[in-house]
């Protein structure tokens, strides 16, 4: 038995037809970035104390005032955004090293020490020195510093 279908008037034309597949395909493109865009990145950042031969690459004398952290970004939840077609790339994680003066009352950050990525704009650097600097009163190990990186507003997460 064969299958017929009901007699729907005169064919479509080429010119028909290519503009409904251009409108299904824009349809599914607008989707798909629904999709990804559902997800958010979430970052954790943290800023830790280097420390035995991770701390020797930077010729830093062990009875010196000078410490090596690392300041470290990564992306907590890279499964739930490859679900909904995230690409694996497009949130790196990364980091930088900088070395600290912990001879001042308040520690200070001397300079970042090698390549790195940023996940800010320039004009917000200081702002999060600062901040970096008083947590380390607290917290001369280092610690979890998200807070401060996201609330930059430059942040380019």
């Not at 008037?9 to 395909?25: D, V, W």
Request: hydrophobic residues 40%; charged residues 25%.
């Amino acid at each position: 038995m064969q299958n017929f279908q009901a007699y729907e008037g005169p064919p479509k034309s080429i010119k028909q037809l290519e503009a409904e597949l251009l409108a299904a395909r824009k349809a599914e493109e607008e989707a798909h970035k629904a999709r990804q865009q559902s997800v958010k990145p979430v970052w954790k950042f943290t800023f830790t104390l280097r420390a035995g031969k991770e701390a020797s690459w930077f010729c830093i004398r062990k009875d010196s005032c000078v410490k090596a952290y690392y300041l470290h970004g990564a992306v907590v939840n890279r499964a739930e955004l490859a679900a909904v077609g995230n690409m694996p790339g497009r949130h790196e994680d990364g980091g930088m090293t900088y070395l600290v003066n912990t001879a001042t009352p308040t520690p200070k950050i001397i300079k970042a020490d090698g390549g790195g990525r940023y996940f800010w704009r320039d004009h917000d650097l200081e702002f999060l020195l600062k901040d970096i600097e008083e947590f380390l009163l607290t917290n001369p190990e280092g610690g979890d510093i998200t807070p401060f990186v996201i609330a930059l507003p430059s942040f380019v997460g």
